[in-house]
């Protein structure tokens, strides 16, 4: 990341889903759905957010946009407190911060000619109107290659790929600068995806957009993004440059993560790390590393189930969270007390490694 | 290839909509040997999950099977099978593995009973005998703990396990083929690799063939042995597996080989295949994909091109079969980006 100021960022963010029993409806508990993360997004980078089902990517990134109320922690963006605004400030805000979704189908309203679903926008923030918005909608058509023409057409009309275009096409009605992509391609079929994933970089190029793009697709986010989070059980396990995350995965989830891809290589058959079980329930994760119940990193102890890993720079802007990859600034002595056995030594299975 | 499990030939299931018929599988033709794991591959609307609903005989109205025959080892036609026969061949004979687990499962039943059930219509086995199958079963899908989950209904289970409950469904009465339609695609990359490593196993201990349907070509080259392309109802390509990774012949395979991001190997920007699958009511005259092939020429517009023998086990729908030197000579597609033809 450059030395300027990011566009976004988020410090010990948490959402908790109250979980609710009997006629009174009385809290026993809650669903820690994302659980203190922190990170910024440079000015005109790609932020990458992998994991798998449950893990909290979307919630992050619709907590960052206020379409849910965080239970605590910051967000800022430029330098503006997001959570302290208003119904007025927050709508401007949105001006500036948009959100493409992954299920192109349920996202556009069927009722609604594509014209007037992009149109929406423009009017609500008093952008364009008449005439001059007409021109914008058509315009913003043939941006994401659709014909200006079909403005007059409704949602049912279109193919997967095409609704998803105007998806985009709505996002980018308002010239946001910050675009949160929901999983957008994920829902496309393969040849599809590579013409929107296209689209989004030629679009972050022509107008300077920061995407905070969502996936579960490792290999689509190698390609799309500059840098990598991964989450787990929602926190930020490892977050690095997508050529250090690929290359030298640190945090053992990531490893096991990245080695379960297929590889569409049939000379390239390898082994896998096998992951056993199910990701736990966040209402009730793991005590210490919430991973430690399924990890395969060799120096794996007590001391991993005592100690929260704090997510700690492994190398120069590599960070991960794990006690056992050194180094550490929980020393030796902390995870003897903990009842550790096995000192922190690197660990790089090769199934993780694609090279 | 041994003597074919199954041999499907000229198969044509159409649908008669309002827009029109849809000739959604066109007249499909391919051989499942008996113990491999013969690859399907194809984007939506291709006609692959059509063409495994055929072999079923699962085709529901407006649809039905217009011609061909689907003969099973024994020299029977599924086709013109009656009713009583195909029962007792579905689940028995020939299973199927779905994409969404949920959906899939009864919600009121334990998921015990629902694979016991199997054994109960197939097998006539008594309750308690059929119960104890399902367990020892689900214990054989690698589920923890299973005379307890099989008391669990299906929203009680997580997906990679109620994937496991659908898996020992197919597989209880030993099968000679389970088609198996993306039964990864909904789970978890983590969770995908634990069902291809369970289904892989499973077919060794019990011999069955089976037809994996995916999208995904990396699931395919890392579970199947041979493999079918299929594009707009059509088999376009069909190949050993490492013949087919290696040298795609067919520019729709080309095509999609290329559009995916592969991890280790980022490229700067994706190749793309323009346009999207023409409608099934439509499909265009000669080559069915020319409008958005970097090589197509004058012949793929007039002739509808055969399935060539291009190696030893590999054929290809594709002209270029007898003029390849047109590989070398790309040129712009007539539709361009999503269904904008080129000006």
Redesign the interface.
Known sequence: MNGSAPLVSVRNLKKEFPIRKGILSRQVGAVKAVNDVSFDVARGETLGVVG??GCGKTTTGRAILRLIEPTSGEISFEGRDVRSMGTSELRALRREMQIIFQDPVSSLNPRMSVGAIIREGLTIHKLAEGAAADARVRQLLQEV???PEYSNRYPHEF????RQ?IGIARALSVEPKFIVCDEPVSAL???????V??LL?DLQRDHDLTYMFIA?D???V??IADRVAVMYLGKIVELAT?DDL?REPLMPYTQ??????????????KE?I??Q???PSPANPPSGCVFHPRCHHPAKDAACAAIVPPLEEKTPGHLAACIKQPPTTVSWEQQKEAGGVHPPERYLPLAA??? | MTAPLLSIRNLRTWFYTEAGVARAVDGVSFDIGAGETLGLVG??GSGKSVTALSILRLIQPPGRIESGSVIEFDGKDIVTLGDDEIRDIRGNRISMIFQEPMSALNPVFTVGDQVAEVARVHAGVSRKEAWDRAVEMLALTGM?DAESRAKQYPHQL????RQRVLIAMALMMKPALVIADEPTTAL???????I??LLVDLQKKIGTSILMIT????????TASRVIVMYAGEVVEQAE??SL?AKPHHPYTE???H??????H??E??????G??PAPTEWPSGCRFRERCPYSWDRCETEHPLLYQIGEDHVSRCHLAIEPDRRNHPHPPVVV????AAA
Do not use: C, W
């Open positions: 798998e089902s290659g659709l014909r193919s997967g790929g095409q275009r079929d393969v040849s599809v995806q590579a013409q994933i296209n970089e579960h490792l290999s689509v190698e390609h997508a690929y096991a993560l990245l080695s379960a891809v297929p590889i569409a290589d049939p000379k390239a058959r896998r096998l992951l079980g199910d990701v490694v694609h090279a | 984007e939506s923890p997580s997906g990679g396990m978890d990359v983590t969770i995908q690799a634990q291809l490593d999208h995904d070509l990396g699931v395919i080259a890392e597996v490492d990774f095509g999609l080989m559009s995916m991001p592969h991890i280790g980022d490229q920007r994706l190749n793309v295949i323009p999207t699958v980006e999503a269904g904008v």
